[in-house]
T-cell receptor, first 112, second 115 residues
Framework: GQQVMQIPQYQHVQEGEDFTTYCNSS?????IQWYKQRPGGHPVFLIQ?????EVKKQKRLTFQFGEAKKNSSLHITATQTTDVGTYFC????????????FGKGTSLLVTP | DTEVTQTPKHLVMGMTNKKSLKCEQH?????MYWYKQKAKKPPELMFV???????INESVPSRFSPECPNSSLLNLHLHALQPEDSALYLC??????????????FGSGTRLTVV
């Protein structure tokens, strides 16, 4: 089945620095979704990417879907302490009836 | 209503106990899920319900038994659990299984401790 790999596992930045997390799939994805989970919280949906080469922006967050629809990235410009949390990419897994299979996540720590 | 409500928020149970986790949504979503999340790990899919029918069981031990009484409710019955089953149990819903432009909506979870 589909394996979603995500790097880095951890990232520690100073407030104001940029941050990027990368997601790679072993198979072509029909779509990819991104979630944020704050410490002690639950995953919260950020965005879904569907089209090859798609780029979407949400304020300081930029999401990209690769041309081959096998990779994706999330870039945060000028991080803030409110960005702290774990960012997960997730793709539908054919072995699970196309339910979401989550990557291992990237934990972001931002120090002021 | 744009929330998924899970009860209880915390649960401590013995290995011989029987308990149930409850999940409710009123967004008209036709897919509901149970995920298990251990500390510093991603959510792992346990069960998928699509239109109130169990469509996927990810080889979960029989000591976990899901139930979907109607399109708004999802239960997870627990019996004879092991300490390694201690985790955060997350319920989620989506418009349909798979592609959903609004993604999955997760509840805040039940933090389960098995003693």
């Amino acid at each position: 089945g589909q394996q979603v790999m995500q790097i880095p596992q951890y990232q520690h930045v100073q407030e104001g620095e940029d941050f990027t997390t990368y997601c790679n799939s072993s198979t072509t994805l029909s779509n990819i979704q991104w979630y944020k989970q704050r410490p002690g919280g639950h995953p919260v949906f950020l965005i879904q990417l569907v089209k090859s080469g798609e780029v979407k922006k949400q304020k300081r967050l930029t999401f990209q879907f690769g041309e081959a629809k096998k990779n994706s990235s999330l870039h945060i410009t000028a991080t803030q302490t409110t960005d702290v949390g774990t960012y997960f990419c997730a793709g539908p897994d054919s072995n699970s009836g196309y339910a979401l299979n989550f990557g291992k996540g990237t934990s972001l720590l931002v120090t002021p | 209503d744009t929330e998924v409500t899970q009860t209880p928020k915390h649960l401590v149970m013995g290995m011989t106990n029987k308990k149930s986790l409850k999940c409710e949504q009123h967004m008209g979503h036709r897919a509901m899920y149970w995920y298990k999340q251990k500390a510093k790990k991603p959510p792992e899919l346990m069960f998928v319900y699509s239109y109130e029918k169990l469509s996927i069981n990810e080889s979960v031990p029989s000591r976990f038994s899901p139930e979907c009484p109607n399109s708004s409710l999802l239960n997870l019955h627990l019996h004879a659990l092991q300490p390694e089953d201690s985790a955060l149990y997350l319920c989620a819903s989506s418009q349909v299984v798979g592609t959903s432009s609004r993604g999955y909506t997760f509840g805040s979870g039940t933090r389960l401790t098995v003693v």
